[in-house]
């Protein structure tokens, strides 16, 4: 049987996500950055029934898990005792590094 989570975004993947909408709106219009960023939603909902997917990334932060979305988004995430939590979700080249540096 296999066990199914609930999927949560942190505030930080909440914005990363207005952030990537506003960014492609601005762009390609507002239809466009929607759907496109529903696509992203979809995709991380879909952990439920795979949460341990994508590669550890313990030396960033213990637990850290990422994988990537078509190429131009990172999605870092974790697991918690009964859901996958959204850490970040990065576009277009943004540095994982950057994001868990404790100085930033």
Same mark, same amino acid.
């Given at each position: 049987?296999?066990?199914?989570?609930?999927?949560? &975004?942190?505030?930080?993947?909440?914005? $990363?996500?207005?952030?990537?909408? @506003? &960014?492609?709106? $601005?762009?390609? +219009?507002? $239809?466009?950055?929607?759907?496109?960023?529903?696509?992203?939603?979809?995709?991380?909902?879909?952990?439920?029934?795979?949460? @341990?997917?994508?590669?550890?990334? $313990?030396?960033?932060?213990? +637990?850290?898990?990422? #994988?990537? &979305?078509? /190429?131009?988004? #990172?999605?870092? &995430?974790?697991?918690?005792?009964?859901?996958?939590?959204?850490?970040?979700?990065?576009?277009? +080249? /943004?540095?994982?590094?950057?994001?868990?540096?404790?100085?930033?």
């Amino acid at each position: 049987m296999i066990r199914s989570l609930g999927v949560s &975004f942190s505030p930080e993947a909440e914005r $990363d996500l207005l952030d990537l909408y @506003t &960014f492609i709106a $601005d762009r390609s +219009g507002e $239809d466009r950055a929607l759907a496109y960023v529903e696509c992203i939603e979809a995709y991380c909902r879909g952990f439920e029934t795979a949460p @341990t997917r994508g590669q550890c990334r $313990d030396d960033l932060r213990p +637990g850290l898990r990422v #994988t990537g &979305f078509e /190429r131009r988004v #990172t999605i870092a &995430f974790h697991l918690s005792a009964n859901s996958v939590v959204i850490d970040r979700v990065l576009y277009g +080249g /943004r540095s994982l590094d950057v994001a868990y540096d404790p100085e930033n």
